[in-house]
């Protein structure tokens, strides 16, 4: 470990007598204590505060089949109906539920009711396109305010979504298509993007022509250039939805049912597609925003992530409207047209707690505090960070610049696989800058050895968490298997969920997360499969083997390294990598281009043929290659 992580640990920021007056949750402690007395009843007595029920359920958590367990089994519940329906009926439908900013500098206000008859609307247009319960609509579009009204009618009718982040390219779409075997797909024309028109529908396209089971597509107009638009398969929204009605009943599920997939990158090429259900998701991500965040009636939430990954899909789709929320959505980058939009948009619509990851707040940081000072940022109350570790630096400049020392940051440790805040403050926790400090209440989390004992406070060790909890994943699609072997077999206690995480608990009990254990990669905050680079570059022909890894930098987090043996009679040259780098760009998407690629005559394998990454990690950070007794060559 560094030594910026010991000199830091000892450092406490404490939460100031303004900050502990508003806070709606006092005592973190107390909330602790009683979910440790009882944690079925705990959530439960959560279950009952926070959302409505059709029926009851009858067991608050069923443990028979570990570790495919089962929360708030009989219970029947819809998120459409928490997320919107009840609020329409409490006379709210004239509440902001989303301030949009586009890119170009366009706005829109999104209120309940709107959001409501819209949602009614798409999901009769889902119906007469076959789509029932239990199907898989893809959806890939951009940053507008239809990616939520498409998620939202999904799970209005019991059908599932798996949203394709915009970033995706054609290939990693196609896949996700084939293995949700959706027959509709919604799209846009384009998203904006640095004042550029990222051709959504192009791509769409050719997933479509790639993969084999979509039957409809509708494109929501964003960006207006010409695109194809193939006759009996491709509608557009605005002309499918101006003959929908606007009256759709709210199916009632069972708590259990299926909400969505969202893949995310693993140990081997095929990206796994995580399950989430109804009831136990909408529980834990409205109990986290409303006591992590703190929201109340007149906050103005941003979470600045995209609806495409699952900071979206959990704190910008479902559980602020579940809060009945008012948010902001920005459509494009941090820094278009400049590096103070951010700041633009916190002081026009009076932001009053920010969300958002330390790539951004690095990326930036490194343009000074001359922009954020050019504006108003005094409705800010609290900040937040996620998606890797916060370096202490870019917390210090967060905290004392954009939140001008009066506000605490929520950093808080999470994955698509656990659905919301696992490790995280609350706003009356002391903080230390880069550490996600205590387990939510409720979640009980341990950093352990590779033999599941406890680590000691100058231990690095293994982020498991030992007890299911309600917004847990409940299986890989398709492959209950590979969600046995890859999360609950690493300790040979039952129920113990290993999160692929290296950790250290100091002597507070305050964890520090250090990052991913496995052959997973943080580019940007964005989580990235070196099987899936590697199988890239490996379609291309020149390419015999490739090995690909991760590498510190100060922005990103981490940037990609990419080792290739080229196929006999290819010769290297810097023509080929930055080909290369277009097929990646082209396969896989912009996310996972190589910051560098290097040809090499031979890569370090085991004597089984396993890559050891660890060794070119090393030899590229110039750092002792350690233990090499394993390596064949
Ligand atoms: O390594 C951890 C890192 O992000 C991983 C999960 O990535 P993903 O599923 O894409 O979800 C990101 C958004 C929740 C984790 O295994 N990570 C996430 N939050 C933090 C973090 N690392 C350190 N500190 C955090 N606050």
């Known amino acids: 470990m560094s030594d910026e992580f010991t000199l830091h640990t000892s450092e406490w920021v404490y939460p100031s007598e303004a900050v502990k007056a508003a806070a709606k949750i006092k005592d973190y402690e ?35 089949n570990a570790p495919f367990f089962k929360w ?62 239990g199907d898989i609509v893809t959806i890939y579009m951009g940053r507008v305010p239809e ?6 009618a999904c799970a209005k009718i019991g059908a599932m979504h798996s949203v394709v982040y915009g970033g995706f390219s054609e290939q990693s779409l196609a896949d996700r298509i084939d293995d949700a075997k959706s027959r509709v797909m919604v799209t846009c024309d384009g998203a904006w993007l640095r004042g550029k028109i990222v051709a959504l529908k192009d791509i769409a396209d050719a997933a479509v022509a790639r993969s084999s089971t979509i039957e409809h597509v509708v494109c929501v107009k964003r960006t207006g250039q010409a695109v194809n638009m193939t006759s009996g398969r491709d509608q557009w929204w605005h002309d499918v939805m101006a003959s929908a009605s606007p009256e759709a009943e709210t199916v009632q599920m069972d708590a259990e049912d299926p909400l969505f997939i969202l893949y995310t990158s693993g140990t081997t090429g095929k990206p796994k597609g995580i399950l989430h259900t109804q009831a136990g998701y909408q529980l834990l991500i409205s109990v986290t925003l409303s006591w992590v965040f703190d929201i109340k009636e007149d906050d103005i939430w941003w979470c600045a992530a995209d609806p495409g990954w699952i900071t979206g899909h959990s704190y910008i789709v479902y559980a602020p409207l579940i809060l009945g929320a008012t ?50 940022l005094s409705s800010l109350r609290l900040l937040g960070s996620v998606g890797e570790p916060i370096n202490p630096e870019a917390w210090r400049w967060f905290y004392s610049v954009i939140g001008g020392e009066r506000c605490p940051i929520m950093d808080t440790w999470w994955q698509t696989e656990t659905g919301g805040f696992m490790v995280t403050p609350l706003p009356v926790v002391p903080l230390k800058p880069g550490s996600a400090t205590r387990p939510f209440p409720g979640i009980i989390v341990d950093v352990v050895d590779e033999e599941g004992r406890p680590c000691g406070p100058t231990e690095d060790g293994l982020l498991v968490i030992k007890q299911p909890w309600p917004s847990m994943l ?49 580019v940007s905050g964005y989580r990235l499969g070196t099987a899936e680079v ?39 040259s810097d023509e080929l990598a930055e080909t290369l780098k277009a097929h990646i760009r082209h396969e896989v998407g912009p996310i996972a281009v190589p910051s560098k690629i290097e040809f090499v005559p031979a890569l370090p394998k085991t004597r089984s043929g396993k890559i050891m990454r660890r060794v070119l990690k090393a030899r590229a950070l110039g750092q002792p290659e350690g233990d090499t007794s394993a390596l064949e060559d």
């Open 30 to 64: 107390a909330l602790s204590a009683e979910a440790a007395r009882d944690i079925e009843a705990f959530w439960a007595k959560r279950a009952t505060e926070t959302l409505d029920w059709f029926a009851p359920w009858e067991k608050v958590l069923d443990r028979s």
């Open 534 to 572: 590697e199988s890239g570059l490996v379609s291309h022909a020149a390419v015999a083997e490739a090995a690909v890894i991760g590498i510190p930098d100060d922005v990103r987090g981490h940037i990609i390294y990419a080792y290739c043996i080229l196929v006999a009679g290819q010769q290297p």
């Open 72 to 133: 708030f089994v009989g219970g029947k519940i819809s998120v459409v109906h928490n997320a919107l329906d009840r609020h329409i009926a409490a006379g709210k439908g004239d509440r902001i539920a989303y301030y949009w900013e586009g890119e170009p500098g366009d706005s829109r206000e999104i209120t309940y009711g709107w959001l409501n008859e819209q949602v009614c609307k798409f999901a009769n247009v889902l119906k007469s396109l076959g789509v029932k319960k």
């Open 327 to 376: 948010s902001v959505i920005y459509e494009g980058a941090p820094n278009f047209p400049g590096h103070d939009r951010w700041w633009q948009v916190v002081e026009k619509y009076k932001v009053s707690i920010l969300y958002c990851a330390p790539t951004a707040i690095r990326g930036l940081m490194r343009h000074g505090d001359e922009l954020p000072r050019k504006h108003d």
């Open 147 to 152: 990616i939520i009204v498409a998620m939202l």
């Open 474 to 522: 409940r299986t890989i699609w398709g492959d209950p298997d590979r969600y046995v072997s890859q999360y609950w077999s690493h300790f040979s206690h039952e129920g113990w969920y290993f999160s692929g995480d290296s950790a250290r608990r100091d002597e507070d009990g305050y964890i520090w997360v250090i990052g991913r254990m496995d052959d997973v990669i943080k």
